[in-house]
């Protein structure tokens, strides 16, 4: 029975094979291939990578203006701006804020320029410094950065026109954030008034922010669309597709003034690779807040040193 049993099922198998053709058969079709990662070029022994700012330098041009504000960085830190209070006490704590060690000033007249909603009272640290180390500082006189900032330039060009006046010499001027691009734009309109530009974390090649820095700045444009003294106001003021003189003058920097961009690659606020110039002799990276950069000791001593420096030497 057994061996029976096993014939009844060869004879099953070989009446199941005998039905399939190869007429009939399924060509299975061959598994897809994952695409690999790209090959990397190698790198010869020895060699320094590149950093972000090395690809920025060599790879990114300049952003021509129909592409200044690429988007929104959702990215930046900006819980690290609730440390810019350490950036005060260091200050307090260094030798910087002394001067010693430092080079003194020989009473050029050096304008300050406030940031994004703010005002010359929070650079008043900063005044007090520059009279100290034996400058003659000015305040901007633009009243709250919150305006047109064509309103903000003609206010600002006003200042440094009396300070050239009393000086009789060139002006130095230092911008935090919006305030550094408002310095650039006034250097490119009177490059004959301007010996120096300073810039402290300023997005003069394009506005790329934290979505909580652009949504406030959405809100300040309909507040200012609303003003009757401000019913012409454009479309794309106070965003990277502006089309005034203020933002058109920043794609011709002079080249007799000198200019230094200091930025901070832990900067919550705005994206540090819209604040070099791609020219390693004229950025230098500090450490810190965005918002401290107004009163860090490192920077303190950077201005301190550039200032003093002799006309047409690199950044110090």
Known sequence: ??????????????????????????????????????????????????????????????????????????????????????????????????????????????????????????LLELHLWLRRMGYRPYASQIGRNADCPNLLLSRLLKTIERAHKDTGRRVHLIGHSLGGVLARSAASHHPELVASVVSLGAPFRGIRSHPVVLRTRDVLRRFLSGLPSRQFLPPGCYTGHCTCNFVEALDRFPSDVRELAIFSRGDGVVDWRMCVTGDPGKDREVLGTHVGLAFNPFVYRLLAEFFAAPPGSPAA
Do not use: C
């Not at 804020?97 to 406030?114: C, E, N, R, S």
């Open 1 to 122: 029975m057994a061996e029976q049993g096993t014939h009844m099922r060869r004879a099953g198998q070989s009446l199941v094979e005998s039905k399939r053709s190869p007429r009939n058969a399924r060509t299975k079709a061959p598994a897809r291939r994952r695409p690999g990662p790209v090959a990397q070029p190698r790198q010869e022994a020895g060699a320094t990578p590149l950093t972000a700012a090395d690809g920025l330098r060599i790879w990114t041009p300049t952003p021509p203006l129909t592409t200044r504000e690429p988007g929104p960085a959702h990215e930046l830190p900006i819980w690290r701006e609730w440390l810019a209070g350490f950036d005060w006490v260091l200050l307090r704590a260094s030798t910087a804020y002394f001067g010693i060690g430092l080079p003194q000033g020989d009473g050029t007249a050096v304008v300050t320029v406030p940031g994004f909603l703010g005002t010359d009272t929070y």
